[in-house]
């Protein structure tokens, strides 16, 4: 009786029927919320500053609640921040002041904390210069170099420095080299103190010979 009862229930499902689809709805569009942005903070500095005007800022981004951030600099913890601007201000770079360094390279990394106790993020270490650094020496410009005599044993050689320029400095003096073909290599004769133009003559030589001559010069 069971099994005829459910024959019947299955017969009875098969034969419902649906009546014909609706249009479909209008069409909505919907798009997921974007990733969180990770928390950052930056170090930038001033340009090169004198004794006591340095100047450090720390920027920080997607934190929602600063508590202080901590100034270190050469490892050492040396100002705490409590509000923007987190800076640092040398005795001659600002108000409030924050403190001075002695002359020469120093290494600044700025830490976040949203509590007392709780660090969030470190920042990239950032080299600052306190002091007014030594100026740039840049390599000289090219030499020329003339032939202004020979003998059957000896060949004087003129040389004069190249031009002065802001992206190149005078020569403290000139290094001659020589190279006898079919040799390619190049051999030191004379190294010449002297940044103005001078003459060598390079003597002992075998007759009937060719030689190459360059100048390198250096300060």
């Known amino acids: ?32 919320l974007a990733a969180a942005l990770p928390p950052s903070v930056t170090l930038t500095a001033s340009a090169t ?7 450090v800022t720390a920027a920080v981004a997607n934190i929602p609640t600063v508590a202080h951030v901590d100034f270190w600099v050469d490892n050492a913890l040396y100002h705490r921040e409590n509000a923007p601007l987190y800076s640092l201000f040398g005795a001659g ?3 409030p002041n924050t ?3 002695t002359a020469g390279s120093h290494v600044v990394t700025a830490l976040v904390y949203t509590n007392e106790t ?30 202004c005599g ?5 060949i004087c050689i003129s040389i004069t420095p190249g031009a002065t320029t802001p992206t190149n400095s005078a020569p403290v003096g ?16 004379v190294a010449i103190t002297n940044s103005a133009a001078v003459t060598y003559t390079d003597t002992g030589l075998p007759p009937s010979t060719t030689f190459n001559y360059q100048v390198i010069d250096w300060n």
């Not at 017969?11 to 419902?16: K, P, Q, R, S, V």
């Open 1 to 32: 009786m069971k099994k005829l009862s459910l024959l019947v229930l299955i017969l009875a499902i098969g034969c419902i029927s649906f009546a014909a689809d609706s249009p479909p709805s209008a069409t909505i569009s919907v798009t997921t």
């Open 49 to 55: 500053n004198p004794i006591g005007a340095f100047w």
């Open 93 to 95: 770079g600002g108000v």
């Open 99 to 101: 403190g001075t360094l």
């Open 118 to 147: 709780a660090l969030l993020i470190t920042s990239a270490p950032l080299t600052i210069i306190e002091g007014t650094p030594p100026p740039t020496t840049y390599a000289p410009s090219a030499p020329t170099v003339a032939i």
């Open 150 to 154: 020979t003998s059957s044993s000896t």
């Open 174 to 189: 000139h290094r001659l080299y020589r190279q006898a073909p079919p040799a390619t290599n190049w051999t030191m004769i």
